[in-house]
């Protein structure tokens, strides 16, 4: 088939279309058309990149050159079956995403820097997916560097004190990030004379006996780096101040994303550029085990105590990306591949509570969870939906939430910790102590129903169609959890 | 700052300054400088400009519909040209592709002379609107 044997340069193609078509809109001058431009563009990325998927697990990885140059001289991308998926997973979400935004958006920003935000998304999604594409680790720089910027433009967009401040907070800390990591690569370059990531692999070999301590040294820089950008626990402050005050479509986007992909960075780095047995015998895995483990426990404290619903759902992602850190930590493939396949889960749940959220809090203009007490009789499906998102964060059979717990318990006892699960119990309960409030305050009680008209504040479900594909997207991650976590630890090899 | 002396001599300084910025982009693939260090000098002027008339008459020269209009055409048509050479070389497809030239002739070094000339648009424009957004908190 043709299309298929083009498919090596899908992925290079759904990089420039998002990024050629983000800088269109400000030439346009009518709304709609910059918002058919944006979803065209993003769905066209996410059709290519479903193609891209299917001749990876049908042909095996690929590396395809960008440009004329081979690789130690030149940039490739390095597609594995997990690049793959997570394109699929990055391009399907934000379309999603964006399709919520058609309806939403304008209520929450000025109508005149309308192009500028879908700009910026465009180069955004573009940027994460380079990040993940890439097998060059400056080439990811690039895009680390990008993706900040515009994410931080994607918070400070709403032109509130708030949201300055926020934006201001995140820049100040990403840019933190990214000077360590590049003084991280810095490291590895001076030692291995490559940027490469299979060429490192190469040459990391020899390098581990001469220079041990610089190795060590730039492994923890690339954690620390990376960990601001992705909310490791002690260094998330930056986070529930961006996510709670961006709009919600912002929320949506940086939470279940933006996150993810330094993530897949930081993995992509330890387990393919240094390689399985020489980061097993460095610290740097129980630091990130333990760094996981009290973020999962001190992320759900703090949501917690938290007041405001948003600031609420932003502490839950630091836990949850507790969860991803605690399967890289494991240092097993299998936890590894579950840590991957979290990133899945969490994307799609966090994407739709975030959603579900703003819904709730555009319809009735409050923040504070008290305010929602008896909304499920006003809103029955968007609370109805945000349920089922707090049942796969609390972890109930068959949501992803519930399969990532297991296969981390599992995963956690086959390393030979199992007081481990003891932290994935603990972390599950503080969940279930946020969220089932809400969703029981909302639907049951004699009290806050009183006085509510059943339906009244309810969207269309026009408008709330995305937040429903997005809900059917959990429940088949849920069902196909066996095959992704295979593919995933296929991937890595 | 609506002063005499700097008006008669910024007349006479901007266009040697912006005749140095065109230097350096054009040359940027033959000496030292390109895209970049030209953009940067080009946008100094236009900055100058502003800073000696004022927000008003700046504005008629260079309204912010002309320069958004430039920084993103130039900014896509990088995008079109890196993009067909990034994919003809990838797919080992051998399409034509700009000619070399002589080394040493202006008209040489295939995509090097465009490319810059588009950075050195979008880069004159960045600055400029940077300076000003500083500034005046307004373009």
């Known amino acids: 088939m043709i299309s298929l044997a083009m498919a ?75 690049e793959a998926a997570i394109g699929v997973l990055f391009t399907w979400v934000a379309g999603l995403i964006l399709w919520y935004s058609l309806y939403s958006l304008e209520k929450e920003i000025p109508s005149e820097k309308l192009p500028f935000y879908y700009l910026l998304v465009n180069v955004l999604i573009g940027a994460l997916l380079g990040i993940v594409y890439s097998n060059d680790i400056f080439n990811c720089f690039v895009f680390v560097e990008i993706s900040t910027l515009a994410s931080c433009g994607i918070v400070v967009i709403k032109d509130k004190k708030e949201n300055i401040k926020a934006a201001l907070k995140y820049l100040i800390l990403s840019c933190l990030g990214s000077g360590l990591f590049l003084m991280g690569i810095a490291f590895l370059y001076s030692i291995t004379g490559n940027l490469n990531m299979t060429f490192i692999y190469k040459e990391v070999a020899a390098a581990q ?75 740097i895995l129980d630091l990130i085990l333990i760094l996981g483990s009290l973020g999962m426990i001190m992320g759900s404290v703090f949501a917690i105590l938290q007041k405001e619903i948003k600031r609420v759902i932003a502490y839950s992602s630091v836990a949850q990306v507790g969860y991803i850190f605690f399967g890289i930590g494991l240092a097993s493939e299998l936890g590894v591949a579950v840590a991957l396949y979290h990133v899945f889960g969490h994307a799609v749940t966090k994407a739709m509570l975030f959603l579900t959220v703003g819904a709730m809090i555009e319809t009735t203009g409050k923040k504070k969870i008290e305010d929602f007490k008896g909304i499920g009789k006003e809103m029955p499906i968007t609370l109805g939906l945000f349920t089922l998102g707090a049942l796969s964060m609390v972890g109930i059979p068959i949501l992803p939430g519930f399969v990532s717990k297991w296969n981390l318990a599992l995963a956690s006892i086959s390393a030979g910790k199992p007081i481990l699960v003891a932290i994935i119990l603990i972390s599950s309960i503080l969940n279930a102590l946020y969220y089932f409030p809400v969703v029981i305050h909302g639907f049951f009680g004699e009290e806050n129903l009183k006085d509510r008209v059943y339906k009244s504040k309810q969207k269309p479900v026009k408008e709330m169609l995305p937040v429903i594909c997005l809900s059917v997207a959990v429940l088949f991650v849920g069902l196909i959890s066996e095959p992704l976590i295979q593919l995933f630890s296929l991937g890595l090899k | 700052m609506n002063h005499m002396i700097l008006q008669v001599v910024s007349k006479i300084m901007i266009p040697f300054i912006q005749v140095f910025g065109i230097y350096v982009v054009l040359f940027g693939h033959l000496s030292p400088g390109g895209g970049f260090a030209g953009g940067t000098i080009l946008g100094v002027s236009l900055i100058f400009y502003r800073m000696v008339y004022g927000k008003a008459e700046t504005r008629l020269k260079f309204p912010f519909e002309l320069m958004m209009k430039m920084m993103c055409g130039a900014l896509i048509l990088y995008g079109v040209l890196k993009g067909y050479s990034f994919l003809t070389g990838g797919n080992h497809s051998y399409l034509p592709q700009l000619p070399l030239g002589t080394p040493g002739n202006i008209l040489s070094g295939g995509y090097l002379l465009p490319l810059n000339v588009l950075v050195g648009i979008t880069v004159t424009v960045t600055i400029y609107f940077l300076f000003t957004l500083f500034y005046e908190g307004e373009i």
């Open chain 1, 8 to 82: 090596k340069s899908f992925p290079l193609l759904i990089l420039l279309i998002l990024l050629i078509s983000a800088f269109i809109m400000p030439l346009v001058k009518n709304n709609r058309v910059v918002k058919g431009i944006s979803l065209g563009t993003m769905m066209m990325a996410a059709v290519l990149s479903v193609i891209t998927m299917i001749y990876v697990v049908k042909n095996g990885s690929f590396v395809y050159r960008i440009g004329h140059w081979d690789a130690p001289w030149g940039i490739e991308f390095y597609i594995s079956p997990m």
């Open chain 1, 209 to 283: 006996y001469v220079y041990p301590n610089v190795i060590l040294i730039s492994v923890v820089l690339f954690t620390i780096g990376l960990g601001v950008k992705s909310a490791m626990f002690p260094l998330h402050t930056w986070l529930p101040d961006a996510h709670s005050s961006a709009p919600s479509v912002s929320s949506a986007l940086l939470s279940s994303l933006v996150l993810k992909g330094f993530v897949i960075l930081l993995i992509k780095i330890l387990f393919r550029a240094l390689g399985f047995t020489l980061v097993k015998e460095l610290p």
